[in-house]
């Protein structure tokens, strides 16, 4: 069974970091390309951040600079650094796998987690 869990939301205050992790189960990690999505209340989900199966690497415009995906495939766990949060980072954060190439449509994606909350507040 393909599970993605997403863990590390939390209430921060801006300019603080938080790190979200991402963690697969029942299949090998290495095998896709995973993306971080968020959605905001009254706004669409967008792509935050992409990491493929050679690490090539995509960013939102709003996070480049602040953010920092990475994948540890012997932990079959992918991560989402941010730093210098700001309040409109707040957002539900979503992990996602698909196969090919780092789609920016949350539609070619195939498995989703449930979602972790990100709060910045001061």
């Known amino acids: 069974q393909v599970q993605l869990v997403e863990s590390g939301g939390g209430l921060v205050q801006p300019g603080d970091s938080l790190r979200l992790s991402c963690a697969a189960s029942?299949?090998?990690?290495?095998?896709?390309?995973i993306g971080w999505f968020r959605q905001a209340p009254g706004k669409e989900r967008e792509r935050v951040s992409c990491i493929s199966r050679s690490r090539n690497t995509y960013y939102a415009d709003s996070v480049k600079g602040r953010f920092t995906i990475s994948r540890d495939d012997a932990k079959n766990t992918v991560y989402l650094q941010m730093n210098s949060l700001k309040p409109e980072d707040t957002a539900v954060y979503y992990c996602?796998?698909?196969?090919?190439?780092?789609?920016?449509?949350?539609?070619?994606?195939?498995?989703w987690g449930q979602g972790t909350q990100v709060t910045v507040s001061s």
């Open positions: 029942g299949f090998d990690l290495d095998d896709y390309i």
């Open positions: 996602a796998l698909r196969r090919g190439y780092c789609s920016s449509r949350g539609t070619d994606f195939d498995s």
